[in-house]
């Protein structure tokens, strides 16, 4: 990572939280980005990393879970563990509470769903954020097909 102050952009409003992750990691991907999907629910790395293989054959996201042999060696990881990944360039933030390794990286994305309790969660990330410093951008889903 550079000397620069990581820039941190807010997803609201998603109808499908999975679905822009998987969009964001596929855009990343396409930048020739390292991505760490920051997730600790099991049953969500799953659904994820199920999603990555499945949703779109011309989208292939050559992905690994945390822990696996190949993690240093691929671009996208699901899981906790930013170490493994070869350089943190983003950080996609599935978990309602800001990781401690989000500073490590250039960008962190944070998506943020309809339902009140996650849009809570998500003022209480992005106060936690701007209370620090960090530079912060919003973009609204809701008008977005």
Not at 14 to 39: H, I, M, P, Q
Request: glycine residues 6%.
């Amino acid at each position: 990572m550079s000397d620069r102050m990581t820039h941190i952009d807010f997803y609201f409003n998603a109808s499908d939280k999975l679905e822009v992750a998987r969009k964001l990691a596929t855009k990343a991907f396409g930048r020739g980005l390292n991505t760490l999907v920051y997730v600790d629910d099991t049953v969500l790395a799953t659904r994820l990393d199920h999603d990555f293989w499945t949703r779109e054959q011309r989208d292939f996201l050559p992905h690994v879970r945390c822990g696996h042999a190949l993690a240093a060696q691929t671009p996208i990881l699901i899981g906790t563990i930013p170490d493994e990944l070869g350089r943190a360039d983003i950080l996609i933030n599935l978990e309602a509470a800001a990781p401690g390794c989000f500073a490590r990286f250039e960008r962190v994305l944070e998506i943020v769903g309809v339902d009140e309790a996650d849009r809570e969660r998500g003022r209480e990330r992005f106060r936690y954020y701007r209370e620090r410093g960090y530079q912060l951008a919003s973009h609204d889903l809701s008008s977005r097909a």
